[in-house]
């Protein structure tokens, strides 16, 4: 079982970046699905889940209004869509799979882990 996540990079403030991740090994069209994201010296943290069938999403405050989670199960990916960065968005970004249909805020909720992808926000 993998999850393979990309899109990170170096951005400007205020502009717009879409992670993706693919899972493989397995499907995952049954579970719900999340992205997680540690900055240097903090904990991670929840930034946006979404349910198995993508009718129920959920984000974190600090996200919320500038974030979306999507996913399309025909390809056993998750995206999401991060518009208007600001620097304390930068961080190590990770995707993960729920233990449930739907989308948990809870880390320890999430079964199966990708490797992250960094985004950077520079102002």
């Known amino acids: 079982v993998q999850l393979q996540a990309c899109g990170g990079g170096l951005m400007l403030a205020g502009g717009s970046l879409r992670l993706s991740c693919v899972a493989s090994g397995r499907t995952f069209s049954s579970y719900g699905m999340g992205w997680f994201r540690q900055a240097p010296g903090k904990e991670r943290e929840f930034v946006a889940a979404i349910s198995w069938n993508g009718f129920a999403t959920v984000y974190a405050d600090s996200v919320e209004g500038r974030v979306t989670i999507s996913r399309d199960n025909t390809k056993n990916t998750v995206y999401l869509q991060m518009n208007s960065l600001k620097p304390e968005d930068t961080a190590v970004y990770y995707c993960?799979?729920?233990?449930?249909?739907?989308?948990?805020?809870?880390?320890?909720?999430?079964?199966?882990w990708g490797q992250g992808t960094l985004v950077t926000v520079s102002s």
């Open positions: 993960a799979v729920s233990r449930y249909s739907s989308g948990r805020t809870y880390l320890y909720d999430y079964g199966y």
